[in-house]
């Protein structure tokens, strides 16, 4: 009995309460998690009822991950509050300055006197206030609504949900930070950190709310907003409707105003592209290259929307060094750091052989260092390959490379080949060592597990693959070519070759 809230709903008269009640008492919908979440703070604002109104709002803007966050933010004079003039910065720098401008929206004026546009009206749906049509110019209500369906056409996939999303922005407002070496301790110094899966999410949020009071609240609105429009800025997405498969589409997409002589809308570009400003003295698109293949390779690795540490670490980080903008440079240097690191706690040298329970993630970077230097650019990591003739190949396959959902380790020569054509079986030890496995796409491995190498190359398309099946691909024509082929002895001068690499990797020393 002190659990249960009874609401009373006031119907109009003449309704069919039969009806009403068989309505509602059918297709009512299970409370998700995060709506729990959100009451239980604009609890904590009960006293503030202007404040509940702007949380609200931040929440449900946040919530809708399929677009920038500047499209839930609909009149251009909120837009310009919080995102600039340009409407491509992050401007409160608390959330007294982000309540402040959400709950006193000015509107634009031919006159010198500042005139305010009532909170209650109804400029988030773009609708004009008849009063204000008639004692305004048409400019000053045509600038403040905007279309949100001639805005930003495009639609994005985002690598993580809202309930795990809300999970990173409490971690990092209590100051967390995570090692890729915690995978692997066997103590629990770490089991009081906020765990980044939603199944937890209450829970988590429970270890902070009771008593949190309404500045707390507040506090992690603005600190939900702006992670979100550096999630939207800096973190990669997947734009849906190109052409070709959407694993492959793989953006870093900012938004900004574009101004013409007849509109101001919102539009997007790329983050590290032309029109950003150079932050430093290295090229900044080819750094954000770095940036977006990085992101790609750790999230084709992590596959789940839930416990992303990746991406949290690349939050945690944004939030230290985005001031206006981010160095594309330093932020490719920060997640080649957390790369060798999360290679160097897998310990590679003690798991490189073990046929399918090699980790996906010691493929996709070795497969990102072999992109490096196929690449042909001056890079610590890309000059740790040195052999003239993997560089040459290298370079034939590099600009067609991209970082797809390969999760399934592959034998290039069969564990189990078709003995009915006399296809000799390898010694196990043979079969899974690193020389003769790759990454490819479960339904790829399925379909052709048993095919020999000739074979496989002969079927597979080659752009789709990874790297290292590539190499593999061209030692065995060349072998095919001198009558030769694909044996022992080749698979472990080529994994020899790569495990060295790889030693090399987890050898240079990092700072984060």
Same mark, same amino acid.
């Given at each position: 009995m002190h659990h249960v809230r @009874?609401?009373?709903?006031? +119907?109009? %008269?003449?309704?069919d309460l039969n009806h009403y009640f068989e309505v509602m008492n059918t297709r009512g919908e299970q409370l998700e998690k995060h709506e729990i979440l959100k009451?239980?703070?604009?609890?904590?604002?009960?006293?503030?009822?202007?404040?509940?109104?702007?949380?609200?709002?931040?929440?449900d803007a946040t919530a809708q991950l399929n677009r920038h966050i500047q499209v839930q933010f609909d009149t251009q004079n909120e837009r310009s509050a919080i995102f600039g003039k340009d409407w491509d910065r992050f401007l409160p720098e608390d959330s007294a300055a982000l309540f402040e401008a959400l709950q006193h929206r000015e509107?634009?004026?031919?006159?010198?006197?500042?005139?305010?546009?009532?909170?209650?009206?109804?400029?988030?749906?773009?609708? @004009?206030?008849?009063?204000? +049509?008639? %004692?305004?110019?048409e400019d000053d209500w045509e600038s403040e609504s905007t279309s949100q369906e001639d805005e930003e056409p495009g639609s994005y996939g985002s690598i993580i949900d809202f309930p795990n999303f809300l999970l990173h922005v409490l971690k990092i407002q209590r100051g967390e930070e995570y090692r890729w070496s915690e995978e692997e301790d066997d103590d629990d110094v770490h089991a009081h950190q906020i765990r980044l899966e939603d199944k937890y999410l209450l829970e988590e949020f429970e270890t902070v709310l009771p008593g949190a009071g309404a500045e707390w609240v507040r506090n992690f609105a603005w600190l939900l907003l702006r992670t979100r429009y550096l999630l939207d800025t800096y973190v990669i997405r997947i734009q849906l409707g190109l052409a070709g498969d959407d694993d492959e589409n793989w953006v870093l997409h900012r938004a900004y105003k574009y101004t013409s002589d007849r509109t101001r809308q919102l539009s997007a570009r790329s983050t590290f592209g032309l029109g950003s400003s150079p932050v430093g003295t290295t090229d900044q698109r080819a750094s954000?290259?770095?940036?977006?293949?990085?992101?790609?390779?750790?999230?084709v690795t992590d596959t789940r929307r839930a416990s992303k540490y990746f991406l949290f670490q690349a939050l945690h980080w944004l939030h230290h060094n985005e001031h206006q903008s981010v160095?594309?440079?330093?932020?490719?240097?920060?997640?080649?750091?957390?790369?060798?690191?999360?290679?160097?706690?897998?310990?590679?040298?003690?798991?490189?052989?073990?046929?399918?329970q090699v980790p996906n993630?010691?493929?996709n970077f070795l497969d990102y260092v072999l992109w490096l230097r196929g690449k042909d650019k001056p890079h610590e990591l890309a000059h740790l390959v040195t052999d003239p003739e993997l560089v040459s190949v290298l370079r034939r396959y590099a600009d067609g490379f991209s970082f797809r959902y390969r999760t399934s380790v592959e034998h290039f020569y069969p564990r189990s080949p078709d003995t009915v054509q006399l296809h000799e079986a390898l010694a196990i030890a043979d079969a899974d060592h690193f020389g003769n496995l790759c990454i490819m796409s479960r339904s790829e491995n399925s379909a052709r597990s048993n095919l020999m190498p000739k074979a496989k190359i002969a079927q597979y398309r080659s752009t789709n693959q990874s790297l290292k099946f590539q190499v593999m691909a061209a030692i065995t024509k060349?072998?095919?070519a001198s009558h030769d082929h694909w044996d022992v002895a080749h698979i472990h001068a080529h994994g020899t070759q790569m495990a060295e690499l790889l030693h090399r990797i987890a050898a240079i020393p990092v700072s984060m």
């Open positions: @009874i609401v009373r709903t006031q +119907l109009p %008269e003449n309704t009451a239980r703070m604009l609890k904590e604002l009960q006293h503030e009822p202007a404040d509940q109104d702007v949380f609200a709002r931040i929440w509107v634009p004026s031919n006159s010198e006197n500042t005139r305010y546009r009532d909170p209650d009206a109804n400029s988030r749906t773009g609708t @004009i206030k008849l009063i204000d +049509l008639l %004692e305004g110019a954000g290259r770095r940036v977006l293949m990085l992101q790609s390779m750790f999230q160095d594309a440079e330093a932020f490719a240097q920060y997640l080649e750091a957390s790369a060798v690191r999360r290679l160097t706690a897998l310990k590679p040298e003690a798991v490189l052989n073990l046929g399918t993630f010691i493929f060349e072998l095919d």
